[in-house]
């Protein structure tokens, strides 16, 4: 199977043919994907060399001229470096853009912690009206992009796609607004985002829960969330990156009904041993045998025994 990146170049040489507003700005990292589109669009395929400041610079410049400018490089290099390019060049200008990154929390191990962005969401999150995307398979990635892009529409909004190596191994249908249910249980509410579903799946096996699917998780359907709860309201929120992100999110939407929320995530130490990405799955708890440990023990016997009653939705 292909990954999340390698659709990229294809979708976005493609959008680049539909919609003469759309630009891709790049800083290196991708170029050679975009020999085809820089041959036909050389005035909107711009690569800004190894200047990540400018990347950002100049994509909010081509969003003053008109333009739909989708900007890429590795999220840590995308949104940690120039964030202080993002807070002004496009909040403060309020213009709208695509932010696409790659290698998000630990996708590249052997690049180092200068190539790992688990923070990458939540700094986002600090910033006001950016939409959020974290597909969880090539084909979701695809889609979300072209949502994100609307190539022809006139969108001009500003949107993070975080696309990643992981991958579940099949795609759901997302719409890049709301939560899926994928499966009903009454013992709790288990969220997965984008590529930990196969592992909340798997982990949550036999046991009484509902499992909500998260591919676009700012905004963060709070409805979605309080549907599910019932009467019950013990959340696990299972995100790729930064532990917590979400944590507040779902406080907020479940703000009048008593509850508890529990975040998995990628933790805040600093794995020195950089290893291969399941090892990093592991490392921070976030593989199936981990996670249903965790889960089961925050839920306690609720969620211990399924019966008949879990439903599997969404054709899964």
Request: proline residues 5%; charged residues 25%.
């Amino acid at each position: 199977m292909d990954t999340m990146r390698d659709r990229f170049a294809p979708v976005m040489t493609r959008l680049l043919d539909e919609d003469p507003r759309v630009a891709v700005v790049l800083a290196e990292i991708g170029v050679g994907a975009f020999d085809e589109a820089l041959r036909a669009h050389p005035d909107r395929v711009i690569n800004v060399g190894i200047r990540e400041q400018l990347l950002i610079g100049a994509g909010a410049g081509l969003a003053l001229a008109g333009l739909r400018p989708v900007v890429h490089t590795f999220a840590s290099f995308l949104v940690e470096r120039p964030f202080e390019q993002l807070k002004l060049d496009f909040g403060h200008q309020n213009v709208g853009g695509v932010l696409v990154s790659a290698a998000a929390s630990f996708d590249w191990p052997e690049g180092g912690f200068t190539h790992m962005s688990p923070g990458d969401v939540a700094l986002i999150d600090t910033l006001d009206g950016w939409t959020t995307h974290v597909p969880g398979h090539p084909d979701e990635a695809e889609a979300l992009l072209r949502h994100a892009v609307g190539a022809g529409t006139g969108k001009d909004d500003r949107v993070y796609v975080r696309l990643s190596v992981q991958s579940n191994a099949a795609p759901m249908p997302v719409d890049g607004e709301r939560f899926l249910t994928v499966r009903e249980g009454r013992g709790g509410v288990v969220v997965a985002v984008g590529p930990m579903l196969d592992h909340v799946l798997a982990a949550t096996e036999g046991l009484d829960v509902t499992v909500l699917y998260a591919t676009t998780v700012r905004p963060f359907d709070g409805a979605a969330l309080r549907r599910a709860v019932g009467a019950t309201a013990d959340v696990v929120l299972v995100e790729p990156y930064l532990a917590g992100t979400s944590t507040a999110a779902a406080n907020d939407a479940l703000a009048d009904v008593p509850h508890r929320v529990l975040g998995l995530g990628v933790g805040r130490r600093e794995l020195r041993r950089y290893g291969r990405v399941d090892e990093h799955l592991r490392a921070h708890g976030l593989d199936a045998a981990s996670l249903r440990e965790r889960i089961s023990a925050f839920l306690g016997e609720r969620a211990a025994v399924a019966g008949g009653r879990a439903a599997v939705a969404a054709g899964r």
